[in-house]
C-alpha cells in the first residue's frame, strides 16, 4: 500500500504518486494520485504563455466512497467542509530532459472552508 502521512489542517504536505496525507481526527485522506497535464513553460526557455500543470487527487471523508478531482497548481477545490489547495507541484519542467511520472512531488494545503 502507499506511504500514509500524519497531516494537518493549514500546514502544507509534500506528496509523491500513490502517497496519501491523513489529517486526523476529521477523518480527511488525500491522495496524489498522478500529474494529469503538465504544459508548463520549461525553465529555461522564454514562452508567451506559463502554461500549467494539473493534478489527480483523490479524497475521502470518513468511509465514504472516494472522490477524484482535477487540480490546477495555484487553484483549490472545495471537499467536504475543507479547502484543498495546490500549492505547487515540482520539479520545474525543462526543455532538455522529461520528467518521469514517479519523479513528481506535490504540495498540498486543506484548510477548513467553515
Known sequence: AAASHAASLDREIRLAPKEQ???????????FVRVVEDS????DVTCVWAGEV????STR??????????????????VGDFQLLVVKVEPERSSTREISADEYRVTLKVSNSK
Open 54 to 57: 494539473k493534478v489527480q487527487l
Open 40 to 43: 508548463r513553460c520549461p525553465i
Open 61 to 78: 471523508i470518513d468511509s465514504t466512497a472516494a472522490e477524484q478531482h482535477e487540480i490546477t497548481a495555484g487553484q483549490h477545490a472545495t
Open 21 to 31: 496525507a491523513v489529517f486526523d481526527p476529521h477523518g480527511l485522506t488525500v491522495e
